[in-house]
């Protein structure tokens, strides 16, 4: 079974950073694609950024060059730089794992919050 947990939510002012973290555990076959998603409080769940195995990464247009998404393999690991954090950043952020072998499965954490706020 495949679980995530994520880390490294918490309260900021606006400007300031946070570094989200996801651990993977339980056996997952390459390739998947790892990402984070982000839930406001009476919003749809919205994608963030995404990265493949290989290395390719998308955002969402709202957090492009501010945010970094990045991922180690070895670890099973994928992190969220997020920096410049304004109000409307406030949500639950989601990691979500996709894999392909041995099927197309999506995983997803717990939710970590993140309030920015002064």
């Known amino acids: 079974q495949v679980q995530l947990v994520e880390s490294g939510g918490g309260l900021v002012q606006p400007g300031g950073s946070l570094r989200l973290s996801c651990a993977a555990s339980g056996t997952i076959f390459s390739p998947y694609t790892m990402g984070w998603y982000r839930q406001a409080p009476g919003k749809q769940r919205e994608l963030v950024a995404r990265?493949?195995?290989?290395?390719?990464?998308n955002y969402a247009d709202s957090v492009k060059g501010r945010f970094t998404i990045s991922r180690d393999n070895a670890k099973k690991m994928v992190y969220l730089q997020m920096n410049s954090l304004q109000p409307e950043d406030t949500a639950v952020y989601y990691c979500?794992?996709?894999?392909?072998?041995?099927?197309?499965?999506?995983?997803w954490g717990q939710g970590t919050q993140v309030t920015v706020s002064s």
């Open positions: 990265i493949t195995n290989a290395g390719n990464t």
């Open positions: 979500k794992l996709t894999t392909i072998i041995p099927r197309s499965n999506d995983y």
